[in-house]
């Protein structure tokens, strides 16, 4: 059978472990044909970030054009966009509906730090979250976003309805940074709001983990799936990816996910 397609809008790492390299290979393991336009290239590897060079938008824009007028996109994703011009490509877009449901990860910075938006991050990306099916800040995310202090469960759902607000139907507010034996993240949808938990995992693997969730909630939507089921199954499948990395000694620094360990039948829908 023919496979669905996804969509990843984001940056080349080029240590392979997070931006399009970790899209593409969730979306494979969900049996989801991937493509794929560049915002950025970076040379990164798992200590960091160390130089960035970024797409020249009309160049940008003729590569999403042309993936949208080839195949048929169920879903996209967005990742690393870099400055508020590239934004304004993939809004342009995303409000016409071009682009099907709409996940947007709105990174701004990189697990080791660097700095990955240059200019006002959050007018940019307020434009771009009012045509999101879903948007994945993590807590910094949620803070910049917000403008306000999001570390505890109750600032969480706080921030959760302020993005929502924003023009987004669902919003997952990470709460990975949070301490505790459990990773809690709350997830609000139409006014009724989940709350996701599961066992804090054991590793220091965790390179490209915002990604990995971001493109497997786009992979189950490109597969028909409901935003909550897609959101589930995102969340279970991220923690195996975890779990089967847990003893890789890939790079220095933090590592990246096993993103082809067996799925949780949740995530397929079996």
Excluded at 71 to 96: P, S
Excluded at 162 to 188: F, N, S, T, W, Y
Aim: hydrophobic share 45%; with cysteine.
């Amino acid at each position: 059978m023919t496979p669905p397609v996804a969509l990843t809008i984001a940056g080349v790492d080029s240590g392979g472990g997070a931006g399009v390299a970790a899209d593409l290979r969730t979306f494979a393991a969900h049996g989801v044909f991937g493509a794929l336009a560049v915002s950025a290239l970076t040379a990164q590897d798992t200590t960091g970030v160390h130089g960035i060079q970024l797409a020249e938008p009309g160049f940008f824009a003729l590569q999403i054009d042309t993936v949208l007028g080839d195949l048929r996109v169920g879903a996209t994703k967005t990742g690393m966009l870099a400055n508020a011009e590239l934004i304004a490509v993939v809004a342009e877009r995303a409000r016409t509906g071009a682009l099907g449901p709409l996940v947007v990860d709105p990174v701004m910075v990189a697990t080791s730090g660097s700095r990955l938006f240059s200019g006002d991050a959050v007018a940019a990306y307020r434009q771009l979250i009012a045509h999101a099916a879903v948007v994945t800040p993590n807590l910094a995310e949620a803070e910049a976003l917000t403008g306000h202090r999001v570390a505890t469960l109750t600032e969480m759902r706080v921030a959760a309805r302020e993005i929502v607000a924003l023009g987004a139907q669902c919003c997952v507010v990470k709460g990975g940074h949070l301490p505790g034996d459990q990773v809690v993240d709350v997830c609000l949808e139409g006014g009724e709001e989940t709350v996701l938990s599961t066992p804090r995992l054991a590793s220091k693997n965790l390179h490209g983990t915002g990604c990995t969730l971001s493109s497997a909630i786009a992979a189950n939507l490109a597969r028909g799936a409901g935003l909550h089921d897609a959101i589930r199954g995102a969340k279970a499948y991220v923690a195996t990816a975890i779990e089967r990395a847990a003893d890789w000694r890939l790079g220095a620094g933090p590592g990246p996910l096993d993103h082809f360990g067996p799925l949780p039948s949740s995530v397929l829908g079996q």
